[in-house]
Nanobody, 118 residues
C-alpha cells in the first residue's frame, strides 16, 4: 500500500521559513513526478511545485524565488523549502506522486497545515 506522509508544517511569522518533508513508500520512485499542492480555506487545491525523477522542477508563479522543491530518491523523500513566507501561503500542503509508466498511478498524502501569522 502506497503511503505519502508529510511533516514539517506549523505556525510561523511572516518572513520566516519552513521545510516540509514527504516520506513516500514507493517503489521505482524515479518514475514518479513528485509534487506539492496546497489548499487554503474556501479555495481550490493548487499546484505549488513539482519535480521529475531527473530533477526538473516547475513552480507556481506565486512561489518562484521563495520556495525550492527537491528530492532524495535514495530516501524516497521529497522536500519543500519555503522562505519569506507570507499570510497568503497559509494552507494545508499536500504531497503528490504521479506517473504514467510503467503503470498509471496517482497518490496523495494526508496534508500538513502551514499557518503564517503575526
Amino acid at each position: 500500500q502506497v503511503q505519502l506522509v508529510e511533516s514539517g508544517g506549523g505556525l510561523v511569522q511572516p518572513g520566516e521559513s519552513l521545510r516540509l518533508s514527504c516520506a513516500a513508500s514507493l517503489t521505482m520512485i524515479t518514475t514518479y513526478v513528485m509534487g506539492w499542492y496546497r489548499q487554503a480555506p474556501g479555495k481550490q487545491r493548487e499546484l505549488v511545485a513539482t519535480i521529475t525523477g531527473t530533477g526538473i522542477t516547475n513552480y507556481a508563479d506565486s512561489v518562484k524565488g521563495r520556495f525550492t522543491i527537491s528530492r532524495d530518491n535514495a530516501k524516497t523523500t521529497v522536500y519543500l523549502q519555503m522562505n519569506s513566507l507570507n499570510s497568503e501561503d497559509t494552507a494545508v500542503y499536500y504531497c503528490n506522486a504521479e506517473r504514467t509508466w510503467p503503470r498509471v498511478g496517482r497518490y496523495w498524502g494526508q496534508g500538513t497545515q502551514v499557518t503564517v501569522s503575526s
